[in-house]
């Protein structure tokens, strides 16, 4: 009888650790993005936003004063992926069947809070899109506060720390 080749003792401690190893990146993943990594979510419903202004005078889109009818008006022309109407923490499959079947968006699908009714000549600081999940930023990573996106186009990082001055800045400036 032969003695075990050194790799054989070697792979029962190293299969079992390459496992860890990788359980462990996935985990922290999930830590770093709490909903998924979406990359330029944000940004490209914003840039859809603003290419939908392009084509309506300055308007942003405003469907019965909706602002899930609002958002899908966006599919296809302006974002041709109906996911990214589901937000950074939205239901990206319900929304996806919902917006290809021409069936109404609503608030359990879709992450986004939107206000239609505006347009771009609008006070610049007046906010039109975030996120209704605190804790992620424009691509899903865990960041504190809230992405915000204006009517001049902008988008930013508004802190957990002054997320109640922003809302109470923007019943200001909304008039009510």
Same mark, same amino acid.
């Given at each position: ?35 998924? +990594? ?48 589901? $937000? ?25 809070? +939107?206000?239609?009714? +505006? ?30 996106? +204006? ?7 508004? $802190? ?17």
């Amino acid at each position: 009888m032969t003695a075990p080749k050194p790799w054989s003792r070697r792979r029962f401690f190293l299969i079992p650790l390459f496992g860890l190893v990788i359980l462990l990146a996935h985990l922290q993943s999930r830590y770093r993005f709490p909903y998924g +990594y979406k990359p330029a979510r944000f940004p490209m419903v914003m840039a859809a936003l603003r290419l939908y202004t392009m084509d309506h005078d300055g308007a942003f889109p405003n469907v019965k004063n909706d602002p899930y009818a609002s958002l899908a008006a966006l599919y296809p022309e302006y974002l041709t992926d109906a996911s990214f109407l589901a $937000g950074i923490s939205g239901n990206e499959a319900e929304t996806t069947r919902l917006v290809t079947s021409g069936l109404p968006l609503n608030s359990q699908t879709s992450s986004w809070i +939107y206000w239609p009714g +505006y347009n771009e000549s609008n006070n610049p600081a007046l906010a039109i899109l975030w996120e209704n999940a605190e804790g992620v930023s424009f691509n899903g990573a865990r960041r504190s506060g809230h992405i915000v996106g +204006y009517c001049d186009g902008s988008f930013r990082q508004i $802190g957990a720390d002054q997320w109640e001055d922003f809302l109470q800045q923007q019943k200001r400036l909304r008039g009510k």
